[in-house]
């Protein structure tokens, strides 16, 4: 049988790690706290009726509400928001600007995913000419996202996104 002797350097080591660790561990906790709190805020606003987009935009925190609009999209500035995948297939998100009769405000509005078979021709789609009501969700992102390129600055529409910079957008 032989005697357990601690080594100075793996023990140098673990006590330097160990805070380390647990930091980390309690990080993740905080984190899953958070994400705790994300979705009761969604839940709790999922069965509350849609208010208007005016009575929104004075909400403290917008995010995950759903908001009744009215008005009618500007099908000549889509979006394609890239690096999109469903079942495996690689595509793209639509979104469209709308303005909201009711408040007077410009909305980007996500309209779901279209296939891409090909990147050389741009997917089609097409918009509703006439008004219309619609219930939507409130997305407001956490953050900025990863980014490999920044996306080409070019005239063509619909123009194609890696991720969607509001305050650049509007310019």
Do not use: C
């Not at 303005?99 to 509703?128: C, Q």
């Amino acid at each position: 049988m032989r005697r357990f002797v601690a080594q100075p350097l793996p023990t140098l080591a673990l006590m330097l790690l160990l805070p380390l660790l647990i930091g980390l561990g309690l990080w993740q906790l905080q984190r899953a706290d958070q994400k705790t709190g994300l979705l009761a805020a969604h839940q709790r606003h999922q069965g509350m009726p849609p208010p208007p987009m005016q009575a929104v935009m004075q909400a403290t925190d917008p995010a995950w509400r759903r908001v009744a609009l009215h008005g009618r999209f500007d099908a000549g500035h889509s979006l394609l928001l890239d690096n999109s995948s469903h079942d495996g297939r690689a595509g793209v998100e639509l979104l469209q600007p709308f303005l909201d009769e009711g408040s007077g405000l410009w909305v980007l509005l996500n309209r779901g995913w279209l296939p891409w078979p090909d990147r050389r021709i741009a997917p089609a789609y097409s918009t509703p000419p006439m008004p219309l009501s619609l219930q939507a969700w409130v997305y407001v992102p956490l953050g900025r996202g990863f980014q490999l390129q920044a996306d080409a600055l070019n005239a063509d529409w619909p123009r194609l996104v890696t991720q969607v910079d509001g305050q650049g957008l509007w310019k």
